[in-house]
């Protein structure tokens, strides 16, 4: 190398470690700037906060004989995750609506709200949006009940939509007046369980299953050991299927006045209803009776205006969202008045902490349970059940602070939301009474344990696996691509059914059963909350409701407020959350739209089932879940 070329090199490294280290400092100046903003629309938030009470109130504006529309965008919940307020403004300000998690408490509220509020003449029910799984059936039902209470107060219901699913229609039926799209249509066809079985698949690919399991009825696995449900799972689901359909069934038909029968009915010959009315899938819901009138958007437009009157740019009626009037209302005050406190496990029941609205984290329960215990001032306490289960691990850790609240002289009362199965039973087990809806899926007590191992699949294309250890379970580190070894199933499977054992005495122990008869109802069968109460896994049906006041009582409480212990993140911890969300968003990433295209679809399908599988945390390895409930 030339000397001219030497100088030219070092030159070069100077000059771009200079542009380097300049780089750096702009970043760096640019991170201190971020920080200083936040920092400040930080102490403006708090401040404001601060000088509105501390709550997260928003002040909005409702015109007087309004209508409340009822269009929440999401899926029906328990226990949502936290979404700002200041979102909703914005929202509001750009006409955006993301899809989100709704909180069934939320709308209850809402409409009870409405009721007594002089300036709401009406609900409108825009239901499009609206999501809920088939075992969410006691949410809708609480829902329904609301809005038939509300129509008391001599104030109108009015549904509007392009179409109907099914479970939006539970909801529909209780409206005064129900429109639809002229060229919408309405689906009903029940209630069913069915799942993917993939033995023969696993058989040629050469995965081998292992599973450990306890309870005839404990079907979560057989998808891997069947290409067929088996005859037990069969009759555990349509035994609480049919006690769905019936309730769905009768729900409608007495809202809508219709005679017994006619929603199977429709249901069973929409075929043959069809063919009269030449395949017109709207003309079909109008001649069943399912709706009122077939109208387009803008004829619907019109007749709320008559029903509501115009807003002030006469392009529409006169309204107020579901979002922005829930921003409006005022929250239950804590007086200082005795507290029944709600803790809510909604979600699959993982070991360690987890987000409110994401799962139920063992630890994040069990903290909140101890904190009800420590405050002298919460006398009562209802924990709140909406789970399929998990970690049994995790759900031990949290009965044993139930069982330490008891101890310490205060009832705990569970009430059980949709789906209180498997870890939700075993948690809600040790509680004085048990509330359940009689819809609510229960039961489900079993233990299972899978997984899989690849050593034949490997070997077809010539990999294997060799060494040494110190003793026989040694080659337990080799398992996965290596088999599982025997000393090493024997271990599981004897430590499953132990853990079935001792949820059976936990089942026993608190609900005062023989541990042979709690055996005779579990091995894992499922079942519906009217059932449960025959059964004895259920002390009363009734509401979340009707739970806190029984808490109330068995507390000795005449005058006392309802208080929910969950983790609240400030204004300000929301608006870091909103702002790493936007970085991200930034950085190539993007929040879910409500509509994809096919290969957002495939990763979101991808992501759901890592999210699922990290849901398996057990240290154990043991889950008391029920994955055919979900």
């Excluded at 069809?274 to 007749?303: C, H, I, Q, W, Y």
């Excluded at 190539?588 to 849901?615: D, L, M, N, S, W």
């Amino acid at each position: 190398m030339s000397e001219h070329e030497s100088h030219f090199s070092v030159w070069g490294f100077i000059k771009g470690f200079a542009k380097l280290i300049i780089g750096m400092l702009l970043m760096l100046q640019g991170l201190i700037g971020l920080v200083v903003l936040i920092l400040i629309v930080g102490v403006m938030v708090e401040v404001t906060n601060g000088i509105a009470g501390s709550e997260d109130k928003v002040s909005v504006s409702i015109p007087d004989e309004a209508a409340l529309v009822l269009d929440p965008n999401g899926v029906l919940v328990e226990l949502a995750e936290d979404v700002n307020p200041l979102e909703v403004l914005r929202e509001e300000a750009y006409g955006i609506s993301e899809p989100t998690q709704i909180e069934v408490h939320d709308l209850v509220r809402v409409i009870r709200a409405a009721k007594n509020d002089k300036r709401i003449k009406g609900i409108v029910l825009d239901l499009g949006a609206l999501g809920a799984s088939p075992s969410s059936a006691s949410k809708l039902h609480y829902v329904a009940s609301e809005l038939a209470k509300f129509k008391e107060s001599g104030k109108k219901v009015i549904a509007v939509g392009d179409y109907y699913s099914q479970d939006q229609y539970l909801l529909a039926a209780n409206a005064d007046e129900i429109y639809m799209n002229d060229y919408g249509n309405l689906f009903i066809y029940g209630y069913g369980s069915y799942g993917t079985y993939v033995k023969s698949l696993l058989e040629k690919l050469k995965i081998t299953s292992h599973v450990f399991r306890v309870g005839t009825f404990k079907s979560a696995v057989e998808p891997f050991l069947r290409d067929d449900m088996s005859p037990e799972a069969k009759e555990a689901n349509i035994g609480y299927l049919s006690v769905l359909w019936r309730d769905y069934a009768a729900s409608v038909e007495k809202a809508r006045g219709l005679p017994s029968g006619a929603v199977e009915d429709y249901a069973n010959n929409l075929g043959a209803l069809l063919e009269s009315v030449d395949g017109d899938l709207g003309k079909a819901a109008l001649k069943a009776g399912f709706v009122d009138e077939l109208l387009s958007r803008a004829e619907m437009n019109e007749k709320l205006m008559e029903s509501f009157g115009k807003s002030k740019d006469g392009k529409s009626f006169k309204k107020v969202s579901f979002k922005r009037y829930l921003t409006s209302i005022d929250k239950p005050n804590d007086t200082s008045a005795p507290n029944v406190v709600v803790i809510t496990a909604a979600g699959t029941i993982i070991d360690g902490e987890a987000p409110t609205g994401r799962a139920a984290g063992g630890d994040t329960i069990a903290a909140q349970l101890r904190k009800a215990r420590e405050d002298d001032k919460i006398k009562a306490v209802v924990l709140r059940v909406d789970s399929p289960g998990g970690s049994a691990f995790a759900s031990d850790i949290i009965r044993d602070e139930v069982l330490a609240i008891k101890a310490a002289g205060k009832p705990v009362v569970a009430s059980m939301g949709s789906l209180a199965a498997s870890g939700g039973y075993w948690i809600s087990a040790a509680a004085d009474e048990i509330w359940a809806a009689p819809t609510t899926i229960t039961g489900s007590i079993g233990i299972f344990g899978y997984f899989n191992t690849f050593e034949n699949t490997a070997a077809e294309i010539g990999v294997y696996v060799d060494g040494v250890g110190t003793t026989d379970l040694a080659p337990i580190l080799a398992t996965g691509i290596g088999p599982l070894p025997a000393s090493a199933a024997d271990i599981i499977q004897q430590s499953t059914e132990n853990g079935y054992d001792r949820f059976l005495t936990i089942v026993g122990e608190g609900r005062g059963l023989d541990k042979e008869y709690v055996d005779s109802v579990g091995q894992g069968r499922v079942w519906i909350g009217e059932k449960a109460i025959e059964l004895k896994l259920v002390d009363k049906l009734g509401t979340y409701d009707e739970a806190i006041e029984a808490a109330a009582q068995l507390a000795g409480l005449e005058k006392y407020d309802v208080v929910d212990m969950k983790e609240k993140r400030t204004t300000f911890e929301m608006f870091l959350s909103n702002l790493s969300e936007t970085t991200i968003a930034k950085f190539g990433g993007e929040k879910q739209r409500r509509t994809e295209g096919a290969v957002a679809k495939i990763v979101r399908a991808a992501e759901k089932q890592a999210e699922f599988f990290a849901e398996f945390n057990d240290p154990n390895a043991a889950y008391a879940r029920c994955l055919t409930c979900e």
